[in-house]
Nanobody, 121 residues
Framework: VQLQASGGGLVQPGGSLRLTCATS????????TGWFRQAPGKERGFVSG????????YYADSVKGRFAISRDNAKNTVYLQMNSLKPEDTAVYYC???????????????WGQGTLVTVSS
């Protein structure tokens, strides 16, 4: 299983970006894909996740109402639409696949390489 995260870049505060996580292989319906982020000097933290079969989603409080996660089962791809970006959203964003829709790094067993999001004027 391989995950490829892309879509990061430099954006001004208030701007938007869409991250993409492409997954190789077949993902069982009960599995989930999560997005995490890690800022310099900080631990990797949960951002959002989605279960492949039901489409159930979950968000960290810090991004609720601003970020939206979705999936395209046919393409084995998960998207993270990020709106109203703030400087504190600056981090390397990672996507990961797990057996459950959890919020801990230990809930996920396969990780992508990360994509850098910088929010700055």
């Amino acid at each position: 299983v391989q995950l490829q995260a892309s879509g990061g870049g430099l954006v001004q505060p208030g701007g938007s970006l869409r991250l993409t996580c492409a997954t190789s292989g077949v993902t069982p319906d009960h599995y989930a894909t999560g997005w995490f982020r890690q800022a310099p000097g900080k631990e990797r933290g949960f951002v959002s996740g989605i279960r492949w079969g039901s489409g159930r989603t979950y968000y960290a409080d810090s991004v609720k109402g601003r970020f939206a996660i979705s999936r395209d089962n046919a393409k084995n791809t998960v998207y993270l639409q990020m709106n109203s970006l703030k400087p504190e959203d600056t981090a390397v964003y990672y996507c990961a696949r797990g057996r459950n829709l959890g919020t801990g790094v230990d809930d996920y067993d396969y990780w992508g390489q990360g994509t850098l999001v910088t929010v700055s004027s």
